[in-house]
């Protein structure tokens, strides 16, 4: 079966725009989680969503934002981007069912974001 | 504080040796997952492993197994027979069974010499 789509791979953006990054989960899955990974910072949580209502929330500002449709793909946008704000976004999904066992994650490729 | 340790930011191993790479953590949840993934220079993330805090057998998944020891905290991952493709960064995580997320440790970097 195919695995989470995450488009763009590439983009490059000058401070002060948005973006919006897209994820299509794998198909019967849930839950769509959003990591932001920077060198320096590591992998952090951004948010999950699960039937289209945002489930967990990491610590990121307001400009950071989510949602996900009925379908299950989630969209995530950043407004009034800044410098430290280029990174890559991983978007992960699972059946987001209770439980340990039921939350491994499956990654996309990821969208490697560099604003300038 | 629910917080996920990874000591070692880089390892050298040669071709054919067996590797262990730490994990610790740090949490009150009587019920959590433990779970490992492998990231190449591409930037995918690869699941290769999962515990469940109330597995009494430690997991196995081919050349990758994970030493558990509840009482002490701590999740290894051992690579038995390591080959040049296992060069890349590896994660540890843990889900929160109190919080329903999962946070990665820091990585380490396993770099295999032929």
């Known amino acids: 079966k195919a695995g989470v789509t995450q488009t763009p791979r590439y983009l490059i953006k000058t401070r002060g725009q948005q973006v919006t990054l897209s994820c299509s989960p794998i198909s019967g899955h849930r839950s769509v989680s959003w990591y932001q990974q920077t060198p320096g910072q590591g992998l952090q949580f951004l948010f999950e969503y699960f039937s289209e209502t945002q489930r967990n929330k990491g610590n990121f500002p307001g400009r950071f934002s989510g949602r996900q449709f009925s379908n299950s793909r989630s969209e995530m946008n950043v407004s009034t981007l800044e410098l430290g704000d280029s990174a890559l976004y991983l978007c992960?999904?699972?059946?987001?069912?209770?439980?340990?066992?039921?939350?491994?994650?499956?990654f996309g490729a990821g969208s490697r974001l560099t604003v300038l | 504080a629910q917080k996920i340790t990874q000591t070692q930011p880089g390892m050298f191993v040669q071709e054919k040796e067996a590797v262990t790479l730490d994990c610790t953590y740090d949490t009150s949840d009587p019920s959590y997952g433990l779970f490992w993934y492998k990231q190449p220079s591409s930037g995918e993330m690869i699941f290769l492993i999962y515990q469940g805090s109330y597995d009494q057998q430690n997991a196995t998944e081919g050349r990758y197994s994970l030493n558990f020891q509840k009482a002490r905290k701590s999740a290894n991952l051992v690579i038995s027979a390591s080959q040049l493709g296992d060069s890349a960064m590896y994660f540890c995580?843990?889900?929160?069974?109190?919080?329903?997320?999962?946070?990665f440790g820091s990585g380490t970097r396993l770099s295999i010499r032929p």
């Open positions: 992960a999904s699972s059946t987001g069912a209770s439980g340990p066992g039921a939350n491994v994650l499956t």
């Open positions: 995580a843990i889900y929160y069974s109190s919080a329903s997320k999962i946070i």
